[in-house]
């Protein structure tokens, strides 16, 4: 009897001695992904078989000790040796992995769809795929071809298991709570003001530009004048796989019509994903006679001009100051 008491001691001083005490089973960070719904001992099995525990059976040890803990679904960073009654807490805290991912304002589906292959979330081929399904959108923008302007440009919690549909919804739940803000009060065609503001966005960087620029768009588009927007041509150029990073003489006469240097009017839909100023601004443009726009010559925003003779000096300004005569600044 004596024997088996010093035994059970044994057994249970080891077991708590492995409760407690630090491992590490993985030679560089790890990741473990719960799914909801997995049990305790699915959770234990796969601890113990990413090495991040080293018993299964520590997990369940530790459950006895926290009865009504409740153990957390989500994607969990393990990269130095830990406990198993540590590790176990930090999954009954939902202690879960995420990485920040911003998205600036004026970008395109490709932008962002470059930059999640770059950082490893998920291949620039699943973005877009989620991203040209217009649905979580349909309610709002009935006539969208795809998610572009909807995308909101902040940043977002994501983790290696953020699906290109998942983050597309975070983005578009995060476009309906900004359009709602600056939207308050006013009424307008959601399409065609979100493709106005993404003219805008990619004209200027500058908030105070930005009623100055939406009214140029909106006076040309009063008095049907052709457009002439640079970046809608870069667009169409991406949607045909040929931009090379400069606008050449075959883009400025593209038949594709998001060119308005060929089509009139605003594009079939917007051409990058606006911020709230540039949304803001497209909803309500200055009250401007300007029909021109061309950059400074010494940088640091545009001049803007009412008639043709104003804008040619302006042009001629800048020419003169540019040493960059081939990059298109002029509209």
């Known amino acids: ?20 005490t630090p491992y590490q089973g993985f030679k560089t960070e790890t990741y473990v992904d719960i799914p909801h719904g997995t049990s305790t001992s699915g959770i234990a099995r796969e601890l113990a078989r990413d090495g991040v525990v080293r018993y299964d059976w520590e997990i369940w040890l530790a459950r006895l000790l926290r009865p009504s803990a409740k153990l957390q ?12 009654l540590k590790v176990f807490d930090r999954i009954a ?37 989620a991203a040209e399904d217009p649905a979580p959108i349909r309610d709002l923008a009935p006539k969208a071809k795809t998610l572009e302007g909807y995308l909101f440009p902040s940043t977002y919690r994501l983790s290696h298991k953020t699906t290109g549909a998942q983050l597309a919804k975070m983005m578009t739940d995060e476009f309906r ?52 927007c640079d970046p809608t041509t870069i667009y169409a150029a991406l949607l045909d796989h040929r931009y090379s990073g400069t606008i ?38 200055a009250d401007t006679p300007f029909l021109y726009f061309v950059a400074k010559p010494a940088g640091g925003g ?30």
């Open 248 to 285: 050449h003489k075959s883009d400025l006469i593209s038949a594709n019509p998001y060119n308005t240097y060929e089509h009139a009017g605003l594009p079939p839909g917007p051409i990058a994903n606006p911020g709230a100023q540039s949304l803001a601004a497209a909803l309500d443009p």
């Open 1 to 20: 009897m004596k024997l088996l008491i010093a035994l059970i001691l044994a057994l249970a001083g080891f077991a708590a001695a492995m409760l407690v």
């Open 73 to 84: 679904a989500g994607e969990y960073r393990f990269a130095t040796p830990a406990s198993g």
């Open 302 to 331: 545009h001049q803007f001009s009412a008639n043709m003779a104003q804008h040619e000096k302006a042009v001629i300004a800048y020419r003169q100051a540019s040493k960059h005569a081939g990059q298109r600044k002029i509209r």
């Open 177 to 228: 709570k900004e359009w709602a803000k600056v939207s308050a009060g006013k009424e307008a065609d959601i399409r065609s003001t979100v493709t106005l503001a993404s003219l805008v966005e990619k004209e200027t960087a500058a908030a105070d530009e930005r009623p100055l620029v939406a009214s140029v768009f909106r006076n040309r588009l009063e008095q049907g004048m052709l457009l002439q």
């Open 93 to 129: 805290r939902g202690d879960i992995y995420f990485f920040a991912f911003t998205v600036p304002e004026g970008s395109n589906i490709f932008d962002i769809g470059h930059a999640l292959e770059a950082e490893g979330v998920m291949s620039s081929e699943d973005f877009l795929k």
